[in-house]
């Protein structure tokens, strides 16, 4: 299978922690829109979002920011999509499910018809660029196709995708790639990308986001409104405000602790159970945090309960394994980390740790600084004396993390690659697996191979298998994550989603970061 390299494999080590920065109904959120190929309402309004995140990366072939993956929602199409407030998958850009020729061999046609929104024909060659390019070596997105051995066009309107060992969850994974024109450029993806989506983008800037329907999309879930419009306001308070008056329908990443008074404007404040998380990071090859004993007296020396109540407003639950328990796949891991200073102080003592000294990064997330503080303090209990350093998190990768010869010490910082899928491999290989986090970040992969193979060799065999085989798998590599904690959540958080229920129906919020309004209609 042919490669291209271009601007996607330059970017993607420092990409990789804007997507990690950052469950739901059975229900189909998509509500039963028709297929007119424009607004299924024949509403001429707008939809206003207001959300908290901020990138210039839009390329759906590598971008790995929440902004730009939760707008691409709307605009671009994969031949699969998940529905992300249950992670269903539906047929998107292919006309139906995909046909099974052998375990290795998926046959997909494509949706008789579909256009991109400048109005030409998408072909087969499209699809396969697109997969071309996703798959590049080195690009953020490789690593969650790897299960893929070739791509090829069988024909005008059908797609041979041959996998390199049985994948029960391949069509979920597919959604990854979003189809784009063959002839478009990395530079013009990265600014504004075209799709096949039902909505198109009309101007993209620093501070707004316009769309308008895709006239061309013939799909099943057409645009819902004349205009769709996010707002970016990366500040809670201002968010907040906007949303109070009136100025945006939905508003994204609700402090817990403003809750009430978007009640009280009249919106409606749903919270999902996610997986976005806080974690600590080690530098595994920098003594003492080589030792899983030493790294494990972190986790027992903080007070995460504490944590949760004071600074997250009790909207979090304690990670007991590395999914959270809304996750299908979800194991309560051997080790369990309940608040033990004394615990903390025994295995730093049987490790042969003395006056431990440590500088703490932290990323500026307002809701990451202020965990910081109490974290320091419940270090400090357990002997470990702790100086704190906040920096923005283009700042703390690359000039601490990703860098020749790191010295840092430990990093908190958050992260939900929920946002691709929620399957248990693609959440564990995000930090785990042969890529950037283990080979420049943790450094497990180096200072431990033994563990670290056979947490991968786990993941291998778990994605073959179906149902109960499957699972006795992730049980078990969810066991040695929590042994080894050489990245490892404190807990699992509460996404809170604000909307007006008055001016926009069939939305539902989601458990990751971006806002998800396909299918939604202006009122």
Not at 105 to 129: I, M, N, P, W, Y
Not at 336 to 364: C, M, R, Y
Request: charged share 20%.
């Amino acid at each position: 299978m042919k490669t291209k390299k271009g601007l996607v494999a330059a970017t993607t080590a420092a990409a990789m922690f804007l997507a990690a920065c950052s469950g739901g109904s059975g229900t189909d959120s998509t509500g039963s829109a028709d297929s007119t190929g424009s607004a299924g309402s024949g509403s001429t309004g707008t939809i206003n979002l207001g959300v908290a995140y901020e990138t210039t990366n839009y390329h759906p072939s590598n971008t790995s920011s929440a902004l730009a993956l939760g707008t691409n929602w709307h605009v671009m199409e994969g031949l699969y999509e998940l529905n992300m407030s249950d992670y269903s998958t539906y047929p998107a850009l292919a006309a139906g499910e995909p046909e099974k020729i052998s375990d290795t061999e998926l046959e997909v046609s494509l949706r008789e018809g579909a256009k991109f929104s400048d109005g030409t024909d998408v072909t087969t060659q499209d699809v396969v660029s697109s997969f071309e390019r996703a798959m590049t070596e080195g690009n953020l997105y490789a690593s969650m196709l790897n299960f893929i051995d070739s791509v090829e066009a069988k024909d005008e309107s059908t797609v041979s995708i041959k996998l390199k060992n049985a994948f029960p969850v391949a069509e979920k994974r597919l959604a990854v790639v979003k189809i784009v024109p063959e002839s478009a450029t990395d530079e013009e993806l990265t600014a504004q990308p075209i799709g096949t989506g039902p909505w198109k983008y009309d101007k993209i800037s620093d501070d707004q986001i316009t769309a308008s329907p895709n006239e061309h999309y013939n799909g099943e879930y057409p645009a819902g409104a004349g205009e769709m419009r996010w707002s970016i306001i990366k500040d809670d308070t201002a968010r907040t405000t906007a949303a109070q008056s009136g100025e945006i329908d939905i508003m994204e990443a609700v402090p817990a602790a403003n809750r009430s008074q978007l009640e009280a404007a009249g919106m409606t404040v749903a919270e999902v159970d996610g997986f976005n998380l806080p974690f600590l990071l080690f530098n595994t090859t920098k003594a003492p945090f080589n030792d899983p004993a030493v790294r494990q007296a972190f986790f027992y020396a903080i007070d995460t309960d504490k944590l949760i109540s004071n600074s997250m407003d009790g909207m979090a639950t304690k990670a007991t394994s590395f999914l959270p328990e809304s996750n299908p796949n979800y194991h309560e891991a051997a080790t369990q980390f309940e608040h033990d200073p004394n615990k903390a102080q025994q295995l730093l003592e049987e490790a042969g740790v003395e006056d431990l000294k440590i500088t703490l990064l932290t990323t500026d997330h307002s809701w990451i600084t202020d965990l910081a503080p109490q974290i320091q303090q419940d270090l400090q209990a357990a002997g470990i004396d702790v100086s704190l350093q906040a920096e923005a998190s283009a700042s703390l990768y690359s000039n601490n993390l990703d860098v020749d010869d790191p010295t840092f010490d430990v990093a908190l910082a958050p992260g939900d690659p929920s946002v691709f899928g929620n399957d248990p491999a693609l959440l564990i290989n995000w930090w785990y697996g042969d890529n950037v986090w283990t080979q420049k970040r943790t450094f497990w992969q180096e200072s431990d191979q033994e563990a670290w193979q056979k947490l991968n060799t786990l993941v291998a065999e778990a994605s073959t298998l179906d149902d109960a085989g499957a699972q006795a798998k992730w049980g078990e590599a969810q066991d040695l994550l929590s042994e080894e904690v050489p990245l490892y959540p404190l807990f699992h958080r509460k996404m809170l989603t604000a909307y007006y229920p008055e001016k926009v129906e069939n939305f539902q919020p989601i458990g990751t970061t971006g806002l998800w309004a396909v299918g939604a209609t202006s009122k």
